[in-house]
């Protein structure tokens, strides 16, 4: 089970989710791009033997905006202020999924002595116009641009039209098990366009090109711990193998037969992966 709570930072209301009894050791989780803590609900529960803590971003789900841009380095100082305000007895496990890995790599490697460990699963390890996907990339460039430009009703029927969210989806599920195919879709369905309005999401989707673990990894001085696909088309596993000696102290693990959508395909084995590396 997990608890909703709502806090104010600078004005601005975060809505986020507690699992597991808040005795435990804490993880603090961050979600990826157009995401909610919903994405790492899976996660979360299979992690029985610790305090998870799961925000949605600022401009996601139930969270409001930033007052400023959504830049990589105000998401920073947004986690900042977060984990301040939780006002924790030991620094906790920060782990970012996919975008998130990003925001929470800047974090790490700016705020060492907040947190313990970190972890990154699927991590943004290359630039998105050099993966296998560079075209599709360009695509959703011109998809996110256009849809600023928009007025404001005709963006978002733009930006959340159901064939769009499929193609996306279908893309990043690799698994065959209908069920499972057909749960992600709606995930994706539901969760994929709560985002607060175009502005923010163009804002979070530049920095989400703009930006990956890869300019963070040197400076990281924690225990890091990467989870990636084997078949992960936004970050190659060739590209994992380089990002992972980056860092001054860090594991690869891989999860074979899954891409992008480990939190969805396969979360017990990234539960366990987190829990032997913590333990």
């Given at each position: 089970m997990s608890s909703r709570n709502i806090i104010r930072l600078q004005?601005?209301?975060?809505?986020?989710?507690?699992?597991?009894?808040?005795?435990?050791?804490?993880?603090?989780m961050i979600h990826g791009f157009r995401g909610t803590h919903h994405g790492l609900d899976l996660i979360a529960k299979a992690l029985p033997g610790h305090h998870l803590i799961v925000p949605d971003l600022p401009g996601f789900g139930e969270s409001e905006p930033l007052t400023n841009e959504h830049s990589l380095d105000n998401y920073?100082?947004?986690?900042r202020a977060f984990i301040d305000e939780l006002k924790l007895p030991e620094p906790p496990v920060l782990l970012g999924h996919s975008f998130g890995s990003i925001v929470t790599a800047a974090y790490a490697g700016k705020y060492p002595g907040t947190i313990s460990k970190l972890i990154l699963v699927n991590p943004i390890g290359a630039p998105a116009l050099?993966?296998?996907?560079?075209?599709?990339?360009?695509?959703?460039?011109?998809?996110?641009?256009?849809?600023?430009?928009?007025?404001?009703?005709?963006?978002?029927s733009w930006l959340s039209t159901k064939p769009i969210v499929m193609v996306m989806s279908s893309t990043m599920a690799k698994t065959k098990n209908k069920s499972l195919r057909a749960f992600i879709h709606n995930q994706h369905?539901?969760?994929f366009s709560t985002y607060a309005n175009p502005t923010v999401l163009s804002e979070a989707f530049k920095t989400s090109i703009s930006h990956t673990v890869r300019e963070h990894?040197?400076?990281?001085?924690?225990?890091?711990?990467?989870?990636?696909?084997?078949?992960?088309?936004?970050?190659?596993?060739?590209?994992?193998?380089?990002?992972v000696k980056l860092f001054p102290r860090a594991t690869l693990k891989v999860i074979k037969g899954v891409g992008h959508l480990t939190h969805y395909e396969t979360p017990d084995q990234v539960a366990r992966l987190i829990d032997d590396f913590i333990r």
């Open positions: 004005g601005t209301k975060i809505a986020y989710w507690t699992y597991h009894d808040t005795t435990l050791p804490t993880i603090v920073t100082q947004w986690l050099e993966g296998p996907k560079a075209a599709l990339t360009k695509l959703a460039i011109f998809y996110y641009l256009l849809g600023r430009k928009l007025p404001p009703k005709i963006a978002h369905l539901q969760h990894a040197p400076t990281i001085a924690v225990p890091t711990l990467l989870i990636a696909g084997d078949v992960d088309d936004i970050t190659p596993l060739a590209k994992q193998r380089e990002l």
